[in-house]
C-alpha cells in the first residue's frame, strides 16, 4: 500500500470544479461535511479506515470536531444499541463497528431494534442513524475479519444499505445516508481506500436507488458492488483486449436497489455476470439473478454467472485466499465462458 | 409506608393502579375467548410502577419491555387503544403492527418497546446520550425484570452509562420472588450466579438499592433520588423493586388463579378466600397501598368502590372498543418498513 499523503485532508480545487481523493479522501471529506452541515450528527468509534495508514484521517476530524467523537468501549452490543437510542432522542449518529465481522456482537440490535423499531411501532418513532463496517478479504484477515454481511443485511427489512466503489460515490452517499431518517448500512472496503477519483469540489449528495454505469459495453454485463465494482472495471480492460465489450454496472447501494438499471443493462447485452464478495448461497449475486431471471428471462441469450466468495470460511494462507475469493481473472473467465 | 405526597396525587396513584389491575383482569378474561398470543400482564407489580413513573416529565423516555401494560397506562396511555393494538386492530397504538410485546406511545414518553430481553437496555443509555449531548434536562428509564441481568447487554450497558456518566436510572422489577421457575413448568425465573443483584452494578459505581417493590414509599423516595441525580449531572442509578410473583403471572399464560382483585379484601379481611390468602393478605402491592390510604384516613372503603367501579367500566369499555374495531387492510403490511 503507498503511504498516503494526509498532511492535506481538503479537497485542492481544480479548474474543471473536481479534486483527485483517495477513497479514504472521500470518506473523511463526507465525515467532515455530514458533522459540519448537521449539530446533532456524532461519531460512535473511530475505526472507520481500519489499521490502514489512512487512519490518520481521523486525527483531523477529532481536531475539528472535538466534541463530536465518542470512543465507546469494546463493547459492540452496548455502543450500537447507544447509537439507536441517540438517533431515537434527536442524534444522527454515524456508529463504526469497525471490521464487518464484529458486526454479528450487536447483531440483534442491528436487525432485531434498528430495523424493527419504525415499523412495529406503526410509523411512530425513527431511528436516523448510520452504521460503518469494512466489510471483506483484505488479506490474511481469516475466517473471523474476512465477512461481508450486506447479503444477511439485505435479507432484512428496515435497513437501508449502500456499498459504494468510489471516492465520489462514498462521499456522496454518506450525505444521503446521514439525513435519511432511517438506519442505513455503510460497507466499505479497505482495499478500496488507495483508489483515486474524481471527487466534486462542491458538495453532492447522491441519491440511494440510482446505480451507476461505470463503463458502457454491448456485449455483457456485469454488476458488482463496493470493491467487485473495481475487479469488473479491471476485467472489461482485459476483455476489451480481446473485443468483448463489457458493461459494468454498480448498483452503489442495495436498499434501494435499482432493478430497472440492471435490467435495462441486460437488456441491450443479453447476459449477465455478477460479481459478489459474500458468499455465493444467498448472497447479493443470488438476489440479483433472481431479478433478472424473474424480470428479463427473455432478454438473456446465456445463463446468468455468479462470481461469489466460495461457500467456505476465509482461509488465512494467500493462495488458500485467492482460490476462494472473486478475482478479476474469475470475472473474466466467467465472461469468456458466456461468449465461448 | 405511604410517600410523601400531597392526598390527591395518592389517590391518584390508587386510582392508575386499579385502572391497571382491571385492564389486566380484563385482558386475561378477554383472552379466553380471542386469539392474542402469548402475552404477559403487570399484576402483582403495580405498587412499583406507578409510584416511580409518576416521577417523570414529559420528554422524560422509558424503554419497557414484553411485561408493559402497566407501564404504559401509568403514563396516561389510552387502554383503548392498547386493547385493540393487543388485538391487532387498526385503531391500535401501533396500528397492529406491535401487538402486546411492543405496546408503544412516543407521544408519552415510549419511543418503542422491545420483547428482546435485555435489548432496550443500551438504546435506553443512548437516549440518555442524546439528553446530554443536546443538553436536555431529561431522564431515560429502563424497565426490566431480573431476567434481563442475565444477558451480556446489561454489562456493555452499565459500563457505558457509568463512564459517560448518563442520565438513565435502571429500574429492575425483581419479580421472581417466591417464583419456581423452570423446574417447575412454570414461567422461569432468573437464573443468576449472584446472590444480590447490586452485586453486579457496585464494581461501576453506580448507587444500586434494593427495596420491597410493594412500598410505595420506599419506591417513590428511591426513585425522586435516581431522577433528582440523573437531571443534576449526576449520573445513572440502579434501583431494584423486589415483588413477589402474581401466581396467575407463573403458569406461561396468565390465568385468573387468584380470581378477580376485590378491593373488600384491604378492609374486609374476611371476604380474602383461603386458598390465596397470602397473597391478597401479605404480597399484592395494590391492596397493601390501598390498605395504607384507608389506615391513614386519606380515602374511605366507598371512595375505593367507586374508584374501582370506573376503572372497571372504562376497561370495560376498552376491550368493547378494541372488540368493535376493525383489522387494518391486509396490505398495510408493507407500509412503514422505512420512514
Not at chain 1, 484521517?57 to 465507546?72: M, Q
Not at chain 2, 378477580?260 to 374476611?270: G, H, I, M, N
Request: glycine share 10%; proline share 7%; with cysteine.
Amino acid at each position: 500500500m503507498s503511504s498516503p499523503d494526509t498532511s492535506t485532508t481538503a479537497p485542492s480545487p481544480s479548474p474543471d470544479g473536481s479534486s483527485r481523493l483517495s477513497y479514504a479522501e472521500g470518506m473523511a471529506l463526507g465525515l467532515r461535511e455530514a458533522l459540519a452541515s448537521d449539530p446533532t450528527v456524532r461519531l460512535m468509534g473511530q475505526y472507520f479506515f481500519g489499521l490502514t495508514p489512512w487512519r490518520r484521517l481521523t486525527v483531523d476530524i477529532r481536531e475539528r470536531f472535538p466534541d463530536r467523537v465518542w470512543d465507546p468501549p469494546i463493547a459492540e452490543i452496548g455502543y450500537v444499541g447507544t447509537g439507536i437510542g441517540a438517533a431515537i432522542s434527536g442524534l444522527r449518529p454515524i456508529v463504526d463497528v469497525a471490521t464487518a465481522s464484529f458486526l454479528f456482537q450487536p447483531f440483534s440490535q442491528v436487525v432485531n431494534e434498528a430495523a424493527n423499531i419504525h415499523y412495529m411501532t406503526g410509523g411512530q418513532t425513527r431511528v436516523p442513524m448510520v452504521i460503518h463496517v469494512n466489510h471483506g478479504i483484505r488479506g490474511g484477515g481469516a475466517a473471523q475479519h474476512s465477512h461481508s454481511p450486506q447479503a444477511m443485511i439485505w435479507n432484512t427489512p428496515g435497513i437501508k444499505v449502500m456499498t459504494p466503489s468510489s471516492a465520489r460515490d462514498v462521499r456522496g452517499l454518506l450525505r444521503t445516508a446521514v439525513e435519511d431518517d432511517n438506519p442505513v448500512f455503510w460497507a466499505d472496503h479497505v482495499k478500496l481506500f488507495d483508489h483515486i477519483d474524481e471527487v466534486p469540489d462542491t458538495e453532492e449528495r447522491i441519491p440511494f436507488g440510482v446505480a451507476e454505469v461505470k463503463r458502457a459495453g454491448t456485449d455483457v454485463t456485469i454488476v458488482g458492488t463496493s470493491l467487485m465494482v473495481r475487479r469488473a472495471l479491471e476485467a472489461a480492460d482485459m476483455l476489451a483486449t480481446d473485443g468483448i465489450s463489457a458493461e459494468v454496472v454498480d448498483p452503489r447501494t442495495l436498499v434501494p436497489f435499482d432493478t430497472e438499471a440492471v435490467l435495462a443493462s441486460v437488456g441491450r447485452t443479453g447476459r449477465l455476470v455478477i460479481v459478489d464478495e459474500c458468499h455465493q448461497s444467498c448472497g447479493v449475486g443470488a438476489e440479483i439473478a433472481a431479478r433478472v431471471a424473474e424480470h428479463a428471462f427473455d432478454a438473456l441469450r446465456a445463463p446468468i454467472r455468479r462470481v461469489a466468495t466460495a461457500d467456505v470460511p476465509i482461509p488465512f494462507g494467500r493462495p488458500m485466499e485467492e482460490f476462494v475469493e472473486p478475482t478479476t481473472a474469475k470475472v473474466v473467465a466467467a465472461v469468456r465462458s458466456l461468449l465461448g | 409506608m405511604l410517600p410523601d405526597l400531597p392526598a390527591p396525587e395518592l389517590v391518584a396513584q390508587l386510582r392508575t393502579m386499579l385502572r391497571i389491575r382491571r385492564f389486566e383482569e380484563a385482558l386475561i378474561g378477554l383472552a379466553a375467548d380471542h386469539e392474542i398470543g402469548h402475552f404477559h400482564v403487570y399484576v402483582g407489580q403495580e405498587a412499583t410502577g406507578v409510584p416511580a413513573l409518576a416521577l417523570l416529565e414529559d420528554g422524560d423516555v422509558a424503554y419497557t419491555t414484553h411485561r408493559n401494560h402497566g407501564h404504559l397506562i401509568a403514563r396516561g396511555v389510552s387502554p383503548a387503544g392498547m386493547a385493540a393494538e393487543i388485538l391487532g386492530k387498526a385503531t391500535g397504538l401501533n396500528r397492529g403492527k406491535g401487538g402486546t410485546l411492543h405496546l408503544a406511545s412516543a407521544a408519552h414518553g415510549f419511543p418503542t418497546t422491545s420483547s428482546s430481553v435485555g435489548g432496550p437496555l443500551p438504546i435506553a443509555v443512548g437516549s440518555a446520550f442524546a439528553f446530554q449531548e443536546l443538553g436536555l434536562d431529561r431522564v431515560s428509564v429502563a424497565l426490566f425484570g431480573d431476567g434481563a441481568l442475565e444477558e451480556g447487554a446489561w454489562h456493555e450497558s452499565i459500563n457505558i452509562a457509568a463512564m459517560r456518566r448518563a442520565p438513565v436510572i435502571f429500574l429492575c422489577e425483581n419479580n421472581s420472588l417466591e417464583a419456581l421457575g423452570q423446574k417447575a413448568n412454570e414461567y422461569p425465573s432468573s437464573t443468576l450466579a449472584a446472590v444480590r443483584l447490586t452485586d453486579l452494578v457496585d464494581p461501576f459505581g453506580v448507587p444500586a438499592v434494593a427495596l420491597d417493590g410493594t412500598d410505595t414509599r420506599a419506591v417513590h423516595e428511591a426513585m425522586a433520588a435516581a431522577v433528582a441525580r440523573a437531571r443534576s449531572g449526576g449520573g445513572p442509578s440502579f434501583i431494584e423493586a423486589r415483588t413477589v410473583r402474581w401466581p396467575g403471572n407463573r403458569p406461561l399464560w396468565p390465568q385468573l388463579l387468584t380470581g378477580e382483585t376485590d378491593v373488600a379484601y384491604a378492609w374486609d379481611p374476611e371476604r380474602i378466600p383461603v386458598e390465596h390468602e397470602k397473597w391478597w393478605a401479605r404480597q399484592d402491592g395494590l391492596l397493601r397501598f390501598l390498605r395504607e390510604l384507608l389506615g391513614a384516613g386519606l380515602l374511605t372503603p366507598g371512595d375505593a368502590s367507586a374508584i374501582d367501579t370506573q376503572a372497571r367500566a372504562e376497561m370495560a369499555g376498552a376491550m368493547t372498543f378494541a372488540l368493535q374495531s376493525p383489522f387494518p387492510r391486509p396490505e398495510e403490511a408493507l407500509e412503514h418498513v422505512f420512514a
